[in-house]
């Protein structure tokens, strides 16, 4: 089993920026690919960013790419997600999530952690 928790959430203002961490327990994430994905109120969630278990491969929504940027540290068991330029309609509640594949679906991934809060204002 793997669990996770995310953190580095906030209220920050448009054009800000925010980094948040997710970092594994139970199990080394060395082979696990890492996304991370985002629920607004009212709307299905939705993907965000995804790394392979390397770091060597990285892929986006398009509506982050080039404001966000996923990474990892193995050696600290940790996942991250930078994101800058923020805006309003980044408010969501984001999830780190670990699975075999690199991919943006979230059936993909076995383990989810809780969220964490992002509330862009304008």
């Known amino acids: 089993q793997v669990q996770l928790v995310e953190s580095g959430g906030g209220l920050v203002q448009a054009g800000d920026s925010l980094r948040l961490s997710c970092v594994a327990s139970g199990r080394t994430l060395n082979w696990y690919a890492m996304g991370w994905f985002r629920q607004a109120p009212g709307k299905e969630r939705e993907f965000v960013a995804a790394?392979?278990?390397?770091?060597?491969?990285?892929n986006y929504a398009d509506s982050v790419k080039g404001r966000f940027t996923i990474s990892r540290d193995n050696a600290k068991n940790t996942v991250y997600l930078q994101m800058n330029s923020l805006k309003p309609e980044d408010t969501a509640v984001y999830y780190c999530?670990?699975?075999?594949?690199?991919?943006?679906?979230?059936?993909?991934?076995?383990?989810w952690g809780q969220g964490t809060q992002v509330t862009v204002s304008s």
């Open positions: 999530a670990a699975g075999k594949l690199s991919t943006d679906v979230a059936a993909h991934y076995d383990y």
């Open positions: 790394i392979t278990w390397s770091g060597g491969n990285t």
